[in-house]
């Protein structure tokens, strides 16, 4: 397997609370891993510092490496230089905004990269969200839930992130919309983009993922191919409603 991601030792604590315990996790190129269990296992914790966002009263001890070069001692804008791209929880959108301003002002993200034509990445976009482009000229705020969810996921794709990294993309949204934005996120992995994956809906993120880990109390508590934990006894009863 060709490994993107790989992050080792992994912690995070808030003042004397412990959110991530020394987890460690790997990504192969174009799959999809998740990052499954309960509210506050630590999750987010978990993206947020592989991304190098943390409040100021935050420690985190961790390694982690994209495409075998470290990212430690990187800040957030190098990381995303490096092919490191995160859609936070709250998606964090310019609400006065249009669509496309949006999407371009995620574009200027990768500005010092000017050898390439980065704003072409707007048609690889419109390609996977086809009702951003029919809504281009729409202020982002008066979108739908599923719609902003998919400008989070545009924008994000501007810097043409080697690996993705999503915060419960479904949260708020209606079954057959979340069907929708996963359905998409799946399609990236066609043009090679890899997916980290943090979802509360376990069966929905299982069903479209390669590989998943069980987050509880800031550990890894079982980890393994998706579809074959789709059929764990304990993982149904505990996540997927069974």
Do not use: C, H
């Amino acid at each position: 397997m060709d490994q993107v991601l790989r992050v080792e030792g992994l912690s995070v604590q808030y003042g004397m609370v412990p959110a991530v315990e020394n987890i460690a996790l790997t990504i192969g190129r174009g799959q999809i891993v998740s990052v499954i269990g309960p509210n506050g296992a630590g999750k987010s914790s978990a993206l947020n510092a592989i991304m190098g966002i943390q409040p100021s009263n935050a420690t985190v001890q961790s390694k982690v490496w994209l495409n075998n070069a470290p990212l430690e001692r990187l800040e957030v804008q190098e990381r995303v230089q490096r092919g490191l791209s995160l859609v936070p929880e709250q998606r964090a959108l310019f609400s006065t905004m249009t669509v496309q301003e949006n999407l371009l002002l995620g574009a200027q993200l990768r500005a010092k990269d000017r050898s390439q034509d980065w704003l072409s990445q707007l048609d690889v976009v419109f390609e996977l969200f086809p009702r951003l482009k029919e809504r281009s000229s729409q202020l982002a705020g008066t979108m739908s839930g599923g719609e902003r969810q998919m400008l989070a996921l545009g924008r994000a794709l501007m810097v043409k992130p080697q690996v993705l990294m999503l915060d419960e993309p479904s949260l708020g949204l209606a079954p057959l919309i979340v069907m929708e934005v996963l359905q998409a996120v799946s399609a990236l992995t066609q043009s090679g983009v890899s997916v980290l994956l943090v979802e509360q809906n376990a069966r929905a993120a299982l069903k479209i993922s390669d590989y998943a880990y069980v987050l509880e109390n800031g550990r890894v508590s079982m980890e393994g191919v998706a579809s074959d934990m789709l059929g764990d006894d304990r993982l149904v009863r505990a996540y997927l409603g069974g």
